[in-house]
């Protein structure tokens, strides 16, 4: 299943689409309890996952119920939903990641995903790091806190190098073959930009 069939299927089966982000789209099931994050390419949420793996039952994580690799490359994951916090609280928690401080189990998250980037670091390519900005902290239906998404690839690189030499991309990201499906391409490039890339992604065996 593409990306795109896992995101019919679930309109399908009645869950909503409630939030696009740069590299995927989300909906919300039917009973509202779960999200599903359905993306077409992101190297990096591999690791976000492995943090939730590694530290479940922390409360500054959510709830994983199920995740799956996409035909082409692609994720669906199903998480527990996780709404917009206001701007001050989320600023708070992220000022407290960047500067160590906070209750202990937000520095367990933090110590574990130190460690997560620096195995993803050393074997995924473009990758950016850790990347937890005021947007990446949301809260639960309980009403603690929760960060997403806390890992980043250098999508400008990449997405560079696609129009340099997207053999390049195919040879050290093989299998990944939806890369110019994710959101921001469709957001933010103009048309000129996205037949460029479409025709350097192409031309490339």
């Given amino acids: 299943m593409t990306h795109r069939e896992a995101t019919a299927e679930l309109v399908l089966a009645g869950w909503t689409p409630c939030g696009v982000g740069d ?116 809260r639960a239906l309980d009403g603690r806190l929760a960060v997403i998404d806390v890992f980043c690839v250098d999508g400008a690189s990449l997405y560079g190098q696609v129009l340099r030499d997207a053999e390049v991309v195919r040879a050290k990201l093989p299998g990944h073959r939806h890369l110019l499906d994710i959101p921001y391409i469709a957001r933010e490039s103009t048309p000129e930009e996205i037949r460029a890339l479409r025709a350097a992604w192409h031309r490339a065996p």
């Fill in 23 to 138: 590299w995927a789209v989300g909906l919300r099931s039917p009973d509202g309890l779960w999200a599903a994050r359905v993306c077409p390419f992101d190297p990096a949420y591999a690791a976000f996952l492995e943090l939730c793996r590694r530290r479940a039952g922390n409360p500054y994580l959510p709830r994983v119920a199920f995740d799956t690799p996409l035909e082409g490359g692609g994720t669906l994951a199903v998480l527990e939903f996780l709404a917009p916090l206001d701007a001050e609280r989320a600023g708070e928690v992220a000022r407290q990641w960047r500067e160590g401080t906070g209750e202990a189990a937000l520095a367990e998250v933090r110590r574990a995903a130190a460690a997560i980037d620096a195995e993803f670091r050393a074997r995924t390519p473009w990758w950016d790091g850790v990347d937890l900005n005021p947007g990446n902290v949301r």
